[in-house]
């Protein structure tokens, strides 16, 4: 039983910064990449960031590169997001995944606004 759940969301004024985590149950975390993905309101969900079993490979989408860092702690079975210069666009439910499954947490709300 996959489990992903999504916590670290909030209200943040342009510019602040947040650290979302998404702990992970029910598969070998270790063995697995892991995703974050965001839903904006009114748009598709879109891959933010990826990374490596490992944690040695990472990708991010061309809005968030400079400013989001994925990482993971394997150890406690957990990915984490660190959101940094935020931008009102970046105002959506973020969710981690992990590609090999098909199941998604309840995602957590990011808001960026003044």
């Known amino acids: 039983q996959v489990q992903l759940v999504e916590s670290g969301g909030g209200l943040v004024q342009p510019g602040g910064s947040l650290r979302l985590s998404c702990a992970a149950s029910g598969f070998t975390f270790s063995s697995a990449a892991m995703n974050w993905y965001r839903q904006a309101p009114g748009k598709e969900r879109e891959l933010v960031a990826a990374i490596s079993s490992a944690g040695s490979d990472f990708l991010y989408t061309d809005s968030v590169k400079g400013r989001f860092t994925i990482s993971r702690d394997n150890a406690k079975n957990t990915v984490f997001l660190q959101m940094n210069s935020l931008k009102p666009e970046d105002t959506a439910v973020y969710y981690c995944?992990?590609?090999?499954?098909?199941?998604w947490g309840n995602g957590t709300l990011v808001t960026v606004s003044s």
């Open positions: 995944n992990a590609p090999r499954f098909k199941s």
